[in-house]
């Protein structure tokens, strides 16, 4: 049982751990989207990237790369893809994602190990009852033989009520991280619909020029 109380110790310490991570995690998302959000509506760029590089978070670095890759030369031969945007975007993410996953399958294998400690304590436990029952006297055979047993399947229901918590916990942070992950994404949805709404303005406007010159000639022709 000393096993399994480790592996509880190491589960829950790794839990709580996880659990301020995603919290603060979270906090530091909504308040870097909220600072950055502003600039964007009004396609100040480098604003927005700066702020991006103060805060330092997920959305931060997705926003931040996504910025970073409109300004370069090459994207702004290419016109402003959307396509380009986004694999800056999917890079960054990527380096984000591990961060926020990091240790959390930790958790579900020490539950299977816990369980699997339990159940082994408790085989152990049987062999060692029916190896002392074995030269005890008849009378006190049935006593000691579920003294044993009862003591023996301790182990089981300890490395269950170890398990039991750490799976909930797996569970638990594993659902945080995925929103987290889905917001941060969101995020970025947002900021490429911005950039699309951006670049579908100057084209229009780049049409109209056309026509609007094209009637001052006809005004001038005309007088």
């Not at 399994?4 to 308040?31: P, Q, S, T």
Request: aromatic fraction near 4%; charged fraction near 25%.
């Amino acid at each position: 049982m000393y096993p399994i109380a480790l592996v509880l110790f190491v589960g829950l310490a790794i839990a709580v751990e996880r659990f301020m991570y995603v919290a603060k995690a979270k906090k530091e998302n909504d308040e870097a989207f909220e600072s950055i959000l502003p600039h964007l509506k009004v396609r100040n760029l480098a604003k927005a990237i700066e702020v991006a590089k103060v805060k330092r978070c997920g959305i931060s670095s997705v926003i931040g790369a996504g910025i970073a890759r409109m300004s370069t030369k090459s994207h702004q031969q290419s016109r402003g893809k959307r396509e380009d945007v986004e694999y800056a975007m999917e890079e960054g993410l990527m380096e984000t994602i591990p961060k926020m996953q990091e240790r959390l399958p930790y958790l579900s294998t020490l539950a299977n190990i816990a369980t699997l400690l339990g159940l082994l304590g408790t085989i152990i436990g049987l062999i060692a009852a029916f190896t002392a029952v074995a030269d005890a006297d008849p009378a006190e055979k049935a006593k000691l033989l579920s003294l044993s047993i009862s003591v023996a399947m301790n182990t089981t229901a300890f490395g269950l009520m170890a398990a039991i918590p750490l799976l909930i916990c797996h569970a638990l942070l594993q659902t945080k991280t995925t929103k987290m992950i889905d917001a941060i994404e969101m995020a970025g949805v947002k900021f490429l619909n911005i950039i699309d709404s951006d670049e579908a303005i100057k084209a229009e406007q780049a049409a109209q020029q056309p026509e609007e010159i094209d009637s001052k000639l006809e005004v001038e022709f005309a007088s």
